[in-house]
Nanobody, 121 residues
């Protein structure tokens, strides 16, 4: 019983900003890494950003310098601050978490249902 719920998506004009949030809940022992992926119609899902429990970050080339990922380990939350948005950023954004439910289990990957970001005039 693990759930990832995204929020913060919506319609924004080019050059604008949005902040996405993702909350992980349920039976969670600890979370190693959390991240954001996106998928536009007709395209493959791609990495947007990810962050480890030690706050190491990785960004997709197309968003580096514009987006910032952060997390609150105590709250099992991850955020994505998106600035200077472009129409090409339009996609369904999925929250991802690598976590284990118990100390004696392997880490597993979980996904949220996605939040839609539309960048358009």
């Amino acid at each position: 019983q693990v759930q990832l719920v995204e929020s913060g998506g919506g319609l924004v004009q080019p050059g604008g900003s949005l902040r996405l949030s993702c909350a992980a809940s349920g039976s969670i022992f600890n979370i190693n890494a959390m991240g954001w992926y996106r998928q536009a119609p007709g395209k493959q899902r791609e990495l947007v950003a990810r962050i480890t429990s030690g706050s190491n970050t990785d960004y997709g080339a197309s968003v580096k310098g514009r987006f910032t990922i952060s997390r609150d380990n105590a709250k099992n939350m991850v955020y994505l601050q998106m600035n200077s948005l472009k129409p090409e950023d339009t996609a369904l954004y999925y929250c991802n978490a690598v976590l284990r439910r118990y100390a004696y289990t392997d880490y597993q990957e979980y996904w949220g249902q996605g939040t839609l970001v539309t960048v358009s005039s």
